[in-house]
């Protein structure tokens, strides 16, 4: 057995018969490196582990962590599902300031609740490097909800996670440019030869048709899948017939993990820190940030059974052996079938980049879309699926319970969860309703609610004794697990009196989920989406109790919003450069939620060849942001071969780019196709119109693209891709010609 099991378990027991007054833990923040693959790479350790020590306590305890910051850089710790003051919840900026480096911190909360949480840094993209660990809450011995059989067998936390070698703030970065590297490390591309090899040509144009990107079920690729802190570990003590808790937390910063055990079924007991009735699963997923109390039973001695945790994008998968002998492993899931998602995505996407909604029918949790969205395990959809939820055939199949009449392993959704105690709300209570539309842009990684992000908006205030509803329908092509901080809601999941508790609620696409809870406490509560890297982008919304004391941990409480604000309203920056033998052409970009500047240019070895730069200033107008209006500047220089032969656009009007200093108004608009439609109007009366395509898809590592515009410009490319940042780039330029050369990108 791991020392740590050991530890952990020493702890189990020895906080489950002596419940104290206060219990302190010292963490101490330290810069580290770690090496997963290879390459050793900066991570943050706490106490020098990671994932972070788990902490213990048992419910009537006092809670109290002292943070001691030896970073060169804030930092914060946020309480994950707990049940505390408002200050103590660990949101720089909205419930104290950041624990500055070299400083100490001190948490203290009494502990009110039990169950399996976790805890994890609320501060920049910290959380992604190390700072995440499990957070356990005994009941006391007492306890009437004390049962037997489950809250007394041997208790182990798991905490999964997700690493890249990447430094989280590039990771961030290359989504908001839609760089494509993490596709082919995944093997996702989508590619026009993918396609038409496996006879999806016309579901890849579709696909383009309606403006969409290649369909994929996650961001990032990531190196290493990680279960406590580990790419692989063992219990090898277990013995036939033993059974053990697991209690189960997902810290990945974006990704949700199939859970399997080649040991037989897996029985859940418990969820987001809720107990709920025993259901027994063949698999099940874990979102972002949710966490599960599950339990496993060794069947037979002198075999090792394998629990598998599996990336919803199937890259990597980790792994822990329970018992000694033979390995009974998991039958690996097979690799996502993206073109036959990508069909399913068309029927259920309109022109306007909007989903169709299917109303009552994805409800309640009623329908597990699990089913829909990975035909590889549940079996094919038809050929109607996406036209309505009605025409899908394979939803049919199950009963509202997930089982299958078919006889398909049996796979949790919400609507199997069941609260062992009543958790219905007083009726004498106003209700306040609240309706968000989960909204993104794939494009331009924007993610918001109702095409808003945070920093757009006010907090949403509510009054202290009113229960607060929330309407959750997914717009965007991503699923979203949205977290409340603070207090748990009440999933409306046809389980009536007794719907489950949860703190996180992951909501798919197409699906409506209702959710209710009780205004209970005050301060201010973050309401976000978990997957990290799209609450960076804005995904949330503050609920702020009405006539609440001003928080004595932010003294300047506007300069402090702009500070919670500044993640979403950070610029990105982009830089292409194509050195050629026929010249040189390049791009640089900074953009954010709402604004783009860019400078193109365009420099020849020669004055016939000429030079020129174009500089635009914009702001993407809708929800999908196909429509960019900006204002613009225009250089030109070329010393034209036949200088006595103006040449005329097709509009008639003189081409004046042999020397031209122009101002100019204009509009980029995506076509279908993702085509971009640029009309420019400059200050002299000139007319131009161009189209333009880039990084056409052409195989797993070739693209393509081409441009041509109203002054009889052309033009024509491709490059290959080497790595992430190089390439080697052919073109055919109707100025410049023909060239070939290094493309450098960033």
């Known amino acids: 057995m791991r020392p740590w099991v050991f530890v952990v378990l020493m702890v189990f027991g020895f906080c489950s018969g002596f419940a104290q007054k206060v219990v302190r833990y010292d963490l101490y923040v330290k810069d580290t490196l770690v090496n997963y693959t290879g390459k050793a790479k900066r991570a943050i350790a706490v106490n020098g582990q990671i994932p972070m020590p788990t902490l213990v306590f048992t419910e009537g305890d006092t809670a109290e962590i002292h943070v001691h910051n030896q970073l060169k850089e804030e930092t914060s710790l946020h309480w994950h599902g707990v049940f505390l003051p408002n200050q103590e919840d660990g949101v720089p900026y909205l419930t104290q300031l950041p624990i500055k480096p070299n400083t100490s911190h001190v948490y203290r909360f009494p502990v009110i609740q039990n169950g ?3 805890y994890h840094s609320h501060t920049a993209l910290q959380e992604q490097i190390g700072m995440y660990g499990s957070l356990i809450f005994l009941k006391k011995r007492n306890d009437p909800g004390f049962r037997k059989g489950i809250d007394d067998l041997l208790a182990v936390p798991v905490i999964l996670s997700d690493w890249t070698d990447q430094h989280p703030e590039n990771v961030h970065r290359m989504l908001h440019i839609a760089s494509d590297w993490f596709a082919i490390q995944k093997g996702s591309t989508q590619s026009y030869v993918e396609a ?20 994929d079920v ?18 090898p003590s277990l013995k036939a017939g033993d059974k053990v808790r697991f209690r189960i937390s997902n810290g990945g910063a974006s990704t949700y993990f199939w859970l399997h055990y080649a040991g037989g079924k897996i029985t859940v007991v418990a969820s987001d820190g809720n107990d709920v009735e025993p259901v027994e699963v063949d698999r099940f997923i874990i979102a972002v940030s949710e966490t599960y109390d599950i339990v496993l039973t060794v069947p037979e001695a002198n075999i090792s059974y394998e629990f598998m945790a599996t990336a ?4 990597q998968s980790v792994s822990m052996f329970l018992g000694s002998g033979h390995l009974q492993l998991v039958t690996p899931l097979p690799k996502l079938k993206y073109f036959e ?5 068309n029927g259920m996407m309109k022109m306007n980049g909007d989903l ?20 590889e395990i549940t079996g094919p959809f038809p050929e109607q699926a996406g036209d309505k939820m009605k025409d899908m055939e394979v939803m049919e199949d199950h009963d509202h319970g997930g089982k299958s009449k078919m006889a398909l392993p049996v796979t949790l959704n919400y609507a199997m969860l069941r609260s062992t105690t009543r958790t219905s709300l007083s009726a004498e209570h106003v209700i306040k309703e609240f309706r968000f539309e989960l909204s993104g842009n794939m494009n331009r990684y924007i993610w918001s609610l109702d095409n808003r992000v945070l920093s757009e908006v006010d907090k949403i205030l509510i009054r202290k004794g009113e229960i607060i509803r929330i309407v959750l329908y997914n717009g965007s092509m991503m699923r979203h697990p949205m977290h409340l ?22 909501v798919m696409p197409m699906e409506t989920d209702t959710l209710e809870f009780a205004a209970n406490t005050e301060g201010d509560w973050f309401f976000h989406c978990h997957i990290l890297y799209h609450m960076m982008a804005g995904m949330g919304r503050v609920f702020g109790y009405e006539g609440q004391p001003n928080n004595p941990l932010i003294p300047d409480a506007k300069r402090a919003e702009k500070k919670l604000h500044a993640d979403d309203r950070k610029y990105h920056f982009m830089f292409v450069n194509d050195v050629a033998t026929n010249g040189n052409d390049g791009m640089l970009m900074v953009q954010n939620t709402r604004w783009s500047i860019g400078t193109e240019w365009r420099l020849g070895y020669r004055d016939h060849h000429g030079y020129e730069t174009e500089t635009h200033v914009g702001r993407y107008i809708g929800k999908m942001q196909w429509l960019m209006p900006f204002v613009g500047f225009d250089w030109r220089y070329r010393k034209s071969e036949l200088s006595d032969v103006p040449e005329k656009s097709i509009f008639g009007q003189t081409n004046t780019k042999d020397l031209r200093t122009n101002l100019s108004i204009g509009i980029k608009y995506t076509l279908p196709m993702l085509l971009d439609l640029t009309g420019e109007l400059y200050q002299d009366g000139y007319v131009r119109l161009q189209l333009k395509r880039e990084d056409i898809p052409v195989s797993r590592r070739i693209r393509a693209g081409f441009m041509v515009n109203s002054d009889r410009e052309y033009m024509v490319d491709a490059k290959y891709i080497l790595n992430q940042y190089i390439g080697i780039r052919t073109h055919y330029d109707s100025d410049m010609g023909f060239g070939i050369g290094v493309s450098v990108n960033y």
Do not use: C
């Open 356 to 375: 169709d909604d299917m109303g009552m029918e994805m409800s309640l949790n009623q329908m597990d879309m699990n089913t829909v969205m990975y035909p």
């Open 312 to 315: 919803e994008d199937r890259t």
């Open 485 to 506: 901080h603070g207090h748990d809601f009440r999933v409306i999941n046809g389980q009536g009196d007794f719907a489950p508790l949860k703190n996180v609620i992951d």
């Open 116 to 118: 399996t949480h976790w």
């Open 218 to 235: 996650s961001d990032i690729y990531y190196d290493k899948m990680l279960m406590n802190g580990l790419e692989n570990s063992t219990l």
């Open 341 to 345: 998602g990508m069909k399913m995505m």
């Open 196 to 215: 038409i090899k496996a006879g999806h040509f016309k579901t890849k144009l579709s696909n383009e048709w309606k403006r969409m990107l290649a369909m």
